[in-house]
Structure formats: structure tokens, C-alpha cells
Nanobody
Framework: QGKLVESGGGSVQAGGSLRLSCSSTRVFYSRDDMGWYRQAPGKQREMVATISSRLDINYVDSVKGRFTISRDNAKKTLYLEMKSLKPEDTAVYYC????????WGQGTLVTVSS
């Protein structure tokens, strides 16, 4: 079924930047429509950015203009470039398919201080 491993999180001040990575072991990764999700403390998990197998991209309004999703199918890796980070971006970030049907990874924690 494949395994997802997220990395790249950390602690930054507001206005800072981070680049998250998500590696996949799935054989047919290039066919998967992928997304980045996040879960803030006490809140439900939300999808923040998606990129289809055809490279159609969408963002939740709160991150538009600040986050950039991309993928490298040769490396089976999904990326999330995050700029102008805000304290409300603090969350554990996960990757998965757009339908969320892979086993969820451990996620990577992003902490933004004001």
C-alpha cells in the first residue's frame, strides 16, 4: 500500500519559512493525487494544499499566496514550501492522497511563534 514519511518541520518566528518533504514508497506514486494536511491542537485535520497527478493545484484560502505545493515523481516526493508563516500555521503537517486512503504517517511539527 505504501508508506509516507514527512520531514522538514521545526520552530520558526512569524514571517519565517520552512520547506516540508514527504517521501512515498508507493510503486505507482505518479498516479496519485496528493495533498498536504495539518492538524492544530484541539482542531480537526484540514487539507491545506493538493496537487493532482496532472499537476492541478489547489490551496485553502488561508495559505494562498504563502504556501507552494510541488512534487517530484522521480523521487516519489511531495513538497510544501511555506513562507510568511503565521502563528496560526502551527500544527502537525501530514501528507496523504486527496482521499486520505494511505496509512497516515507520523507527520512533522511546525511551530510558529509571534
Amino acid at each position: 500500500q505504501g508508506k509516507l514519511v514527512e520531514s522538514g518541520g521545526g520552530s520558526v518566528q512569524a514571517g519565517g519559512s520552512l520547506r516540508l518533504s514527504c517521501s512515498s514508497t508507493r510503486v505507482f506514486y505518479s498516479r496519485d493525487d496528493m495533498g498536504w494536511y495539518r492538524q492544530a491542537p484541539g482542531k480537526q485535520r484540514e487539507m491545506v494544499a493538493t496537487i493532482s497527478s496532472r499537476l492541478d493545484i489547489n490551496y485553502v484560502d488561508s495559505v494562498k499566496g504563502r504556501f507552494t505545493i510541488s512534487r517530484d515523481n522521480a523521487k516519489k516526493t511531495l513538497y510544501l514550501e511555506m513562507k510568511s508563516l503565521k502563528p496560526e500555521d502551527t500544527a502537525v503537517y501530514y501528507c496523504n492522497t486527496m482521499s486520505g486512503n494511505y496509512p497516515w504517517g507520523q507527520g512533522t511539527l511546525v511551530t510558529v511563534s509571534s
